[in-house]
């Protein structure tokens, strides 16, 4: 199965603002810091803001952040919500016109395969792209989040 920019796109602003969830971030901040298009960034916070797993404020303290715990999220949703096609071969399309459809055990094997694809992605949460969070930090140019920072006295 191939996913689309679209998804991966998706993916990359899930991980952004889990790195500092505390944190309002702007369209802006994470196509600066993935070197992408703010214009398709738009249309993918668009539908991850309509599939309510990110939510954005407008104004002066607006922006985006996560809505629910990365923990919560997996990578799985987040395929199926930003994907609009999983029709693998032709026997899954409605207008199927392969004549050897009611014979074929091929069908059988490629949905089985996809259903294991999106089961493994089911198995991953937001969270777990994460772990290795001050080296995502660091290659993103976003600062520790201030509740790590150490207090000042």
Known sequence: M???VFTDYALRVLIYLALDPDRRVTIRDIADAYGISRNHLMKVVNTLTRAELVE???GVNGGLTLAHP???ITVGEVVR???DDF???ECFRPENQCVITPECVLKNVFSQAQTAFL????D???ADLISPSQRLRKRLKIASPASASPATT
């Open 81 to 83: 919500k930003t994907e």
């Open 124 to 126: 991953h949460t937001i």
């Open 87 to 89: 029709d693998l071969v």
């Open 2 to 4: 191939r996913l689309t």
């Open 119 to 122: 089961s493994q992605l089911d």
């Open 56 to 58: 954005a404020s407008r």
């Open 70 to 72: 990365a923990e919560e």
